[in-house]
């Protein structure tokens, strides 16, 4: 597998974020969990003064085998339909990312469709859509470590104009049930647990479903290890966010984990480079069954809990004041020690 140089910050800046952090002119602890997100990008950037600089949200997208089981009411067309929309701007993603001032960039990682050229959306399709993992391992052992590269290259070029702040969105029909199938292997949450309505199924169809992806679990007959299943289960816009998440960490930029699919993503990047966990924070908890189990699993806490399910990067974007305004309380307010107020708790 591709190997990355991933390193848990240098924590002796730590004792100085939280000193500085207790010294503004504030209660000790009355801004919460901006104080704890403050403290975490200043150890990220290794500073006291921490800056979000050209925030990005990097949409891969590819369609799927085991849609043909019928285990999403989206046909496989709105994949390249909506990642058309994307490029012509009036999706969800699209509103967020004006609103808060982000790039978002647009990459084919395998439409099952000929998206033509200059439409602003980076063409690094693997091929047009996954296996069918009921019958046969949905990525190769070569795509696997291409999808792992181009995803690292597509962070590289955003980080060379000064991002240091990303997100990861997706788009692909029927894409939670490869991300299902992740969380089952990642947590070892029984698989019943770990699957939703993804876009909208109604409760037959979250059975059916369940039942194709346990005859799918049951039928594996490839090596035993956790990235050979990964693999088996895969999707190729997962598997580049998975290579683009651990990039972004090697580069030390801040990583804002959107919902279901993306926590599941950022679980298998852990499973491989555990310290690529002191660089992610969690945009939102979604309303996809098994995401609020998937963040008790990794132990960590969604800034934002919204009921979103739309995929895209959206939780993610939407969590992006939250972050700003914790970097603005560490570099705006005054300190005690600064200015003529008394020190109060």
């Not at 509103?95 to 439409?119: M, R, S």
């Not at 969690?282 to 800034?303: N, Q």
């Amino acid at each position: 597998m591709q190997q990355f140089n991933i390193s848990a910050p240098n924590t002796d800046i730590l004792p100085l974020l939280k000193e500085k952090v207790d010294d503004l002119t504030k209660p000790k602890g009355s801004l919460g969990r901006l104080e704890e997100l403050a403290i975490k990008i200043g150890l990220i950037q290794q500073t006291l003064e921490p800056q979000l600089n050209h925030p990005c949200n990097v949409l891969f997208a590819a369609d799927h085998g085991i849609l043909d089981e019928g285990v999403s009411v989206s046909p496989k067309e709105v994949t390249w339909q909506q990642v058309s929309h994307f490029a012509r701007g009036g999706a969800g993603i699209n509103f967020l990312c004006n609103q808060h001032g982000f790039e978002l960039v647009i990459v084919d990682a395998g439409v099952d469709y000929d998206i033509p050229e200059g439409k602003g959306i980076i063409n690094k399709k693997i091929r047009r859509g996954t296996r069918n993992f009921l019958h046969e391992a949905a990525i190769t052992p070569q795509e696997w470590e291409e999808c792992l590269k181009r995803g690292a290259e597509t962070v590289e070029m955003v980080h060379s104009k000064g991002c240091n702040v990303i997100s990861f969105g997706e788009m692909g029909s029927g894409n939670t049930s490869p991300s299902s199938m992740w969380m089952h292997i990642l947590t070892g949450i029984p698989l019943a647990d770990c699957i939703g309505a993804g876009a909208g199924l109604c409760n037959k169809g979250v059975e059916h479903k369940y039942e194709v992806l346990f005859h799918a679990w049951n039928n594996y007959s490839g090596p035993f290890s956790t990235e050979d299943r990964l693999r088996w289960f895969g999707g190729y816009e997962l598997a580049m966010a998975v290579g683009g998440m651990l990039k972004a960490a090697e580069l030390k930029m801040l990583i804002i984990v959107d919902g279901f699919i993306m926590t599941s993503c950022m679980a298998a990047a852990a499973h491989f480079y555990p310290h690529v966990m002191d660089y992610a924070v969690f945009g939102h908890c979604g309303d996809e069954s098994g995401h609020k189990r998937m963040l008790d699993a990794l132990g960590v806490r969604a800034i934002l809990n919204l009921d979103l399910r739309l995929g895209e990067g959206s939780g993610a974007v939407c969590a992006y004041p939250i972050l700003e305004s914790a970097v603005r309380m560490i570099n705006e307010m005054d300190r005690f020690s600064a200015v003529h107020v008394t020190k109060y708790f």
